[in-house]
């Protein structure tokens, strides 16, 4: 069964740079036919779609996060990894990455499948 | 960008009752390319329906969609105690490639 688990600091401080990572068991990211994203959610509020990676590195940004977000992977750790610069008290919210397909990749009904359970990142001094 | 509309915001209903959540896009939606996911508290969100109606693997069939073009349909035959969430819908397509709807609750009445 493919798991997805986030990990990275809880509180970050404003201006700084929020880093996470998403490792996946159970499936290996290198060659798989998916994109693997992450997605966030402000407490109490909806879901914004941050960005997706491809094994080979192949990126898709969200244009409202575009200038502070790079997503990479390690294949050879199976894991993605997000970097958020110069956060603000509106950068606060839940962090999911999750796997999802893509019409680019053969499958013509994208949809995010795999989640992982989240993680709360406060921004905050 | 594709700006998706749900509604209603909340929808109170009793346990055995039909729910029926809107979600209506601001164009023009491929139905291969519109999901929805159910998020109780807590928790991530968790796939539903795919390709406006397939459902994903595991999903009761108490859960169906339907629709084209800008107005699509979750509906909820019969309201189990654990259906009682909030459910978002997702397009992919354009610029940014996803968006979610606001969502639509789902409470007991």
């Known amino acids: 069964q493919l798991q997805l688990q986030e990990s990275g600091p809880g509180l970050v401080k404003p201006s700084e740079t929020l880093s996470l990572t998403c490792t996946v068991s159970?499936?290996?990211?290198?060659?798989?036919?998916?994109?693997w994203g992450w997605i966030r959610q402000p407490p109490g509020k909806g879901l914004e779609w941050i960005g997706s990676?491809?094994?080979?590195?192949?990126?898709y940004y969200n244009p409202s996060l575009q200038s502070r977000v790079t997503i990479s992977v390690d294949t050879s750790r199976n894991q993605l990894s997000l970097k958020l610069t110069s956060v603000t008290a509106a950068d606060t919210a839940f962090y999911y990455c999750a796997r999802h397909s893509s019409p680019s990749l053969g499958d013509l009904l994208p949809r995010f499948d795999y989640w992982g359970q989240g993680t709360l990142v406060t921004v905050s001094s | 960008e594709i700006v998706l509309t749900q509604s209603p915001g909340t929808l109170s209903l009793s346990p055995g009752e039909r729910a029926t959540l809107s979600c209506r896009a601001s164009?023009?939606?491929?139905?291969?390319?519109l999901a929805w996911y159910q998020q109780k508290p807590g928790q991530a969100p968790r796939l539903l329906i795919y390709?406006?109606?397939s459902r994903a693997t595991g999903i009761p069939d108490r859960f169906s969609g339907s629709g084209s073009g800008t107005d699509f349909t979750l509906t909820i035959s019969r309201l189990e105690p654990e259906d009682f969430a909030v459910y978002y819908c997702?397009?992919?397509?354009?610029?940014?490639?996803?968006?979610f709807g606001p969502g639509t609750k789902v409470d007991i009445k």
């Open positions: 390709g406006a109606s």
């Open positions: 990676i491809y094994f080979s590195g192949s990126t």
């Open positions: 159970g499936g290996s990211i290198r060659g798989s036919s998916y994109y």
């Open positions: 164009q023009s939606v491929s139905s291969s390319y």
């Open positions: 997702q397009q992919y397509g354009g610029s940014p490639l996803f968006t």
